[in-house]
Each structure stands twice: as C-alpha cells, then as structure tokens.
C-alpha cells in the first residue's frame, strides 16, 4: 500500500525553526495532493497545511498561515513543511497525508503517515 514517512521533528525553542519532511511511496505524487495534520493530547487532529495536486494551490490554517510554507518536488516524491516563529502552541504529533484533493477533514484522507513529533518549549 501507500506509505509515507516523515521526519525533521524534534525540540526547539520558541521563536525557532524547523522544517518537517514527508517521503512517499507506493504511488505517482503528482497526481494527489499532500498536506500536513497536528494533534496534540487532549485535542483532536486539525488540518495544518496541503498542496494541492492540480494546481500546485496551497491552503494554511490561519493559527499557522505567515509562519508555515508547505512545498513539494514531485522528481523525488517529497513535501517539506518549513515551520519558522514557532510557538508552544504549536507543540503536537505531525502527521502527513495524502489523498487525490486537498481536505480539512481527517476521516476523508487516504492515506497516513505515523507521525512525528515537534516539542516547542524552553
């Protein structure tokens, strides 16, 4: 099956950076779209960013949007998210995912990357 695999997660201060990778496999990555979830304990999982497989069209929650870029290279199967002004807020397991179309809603993705986990705090 479709297997994704991201990495870059870790602890950092507020105000720092850090930038979320996600491999794909098992599938042609132009032809979905690839987007980023958070959940932290006690919440439920939220849509962060996506971009989309159409037009290249990208779509930011506005707790994150000026502070997140979400980019893709289609050649090697790759979506980055770089993550800068990071706030303790924004502490949570990262998920990436895929599906044909961008969407907010976790029941309608496809496809689920395990997860990595960003620790804002200092």
């Known amino acids: 099956q479709v297997q994704l695999v991201e990495s870059g997660g870790g602890l950092v201060q507020p105000g720092g950076s850090l930038r979320l990778s996600c491999a794909a496999s098992?599938?042609?990555?132009?032809?979905?779209?690839i987007g980023w979830f958070r959940q932290a304990p006690g919440k439920e999982r939220e849509g962060v960013s996506c971009?989309?497989?159409?037009?290249?069209?990208?779509y930011y929650a506005y707790s994150v949007k000026g502070r997140f870029t979400i980019s893709r290279d289609n050649a090697k199967n790759t979506v980055w998210m770089q993550m800068n002004s990071l706030k303790p807020e924004d502490t949570a397991v990262y998920y990436c995912?895929?599906?044909?179309?961008?969407?907010?809603?976790?029941?309608?993705?496809?496809?689920w990357g395990r997860g990595t986990l960003v620790t804002v705090s200092s």
């Open positions: 971009i989309s497989s159409s037009d290249g069209s990208t």
């Open positions: 098992g599938f042609t990555s132009d032809r979905y779209a």
């Open positions: 995912a895929a599906d044909r179309e961008c969407t907010r809603v976790p029941g309608r993705v496809g496809s």
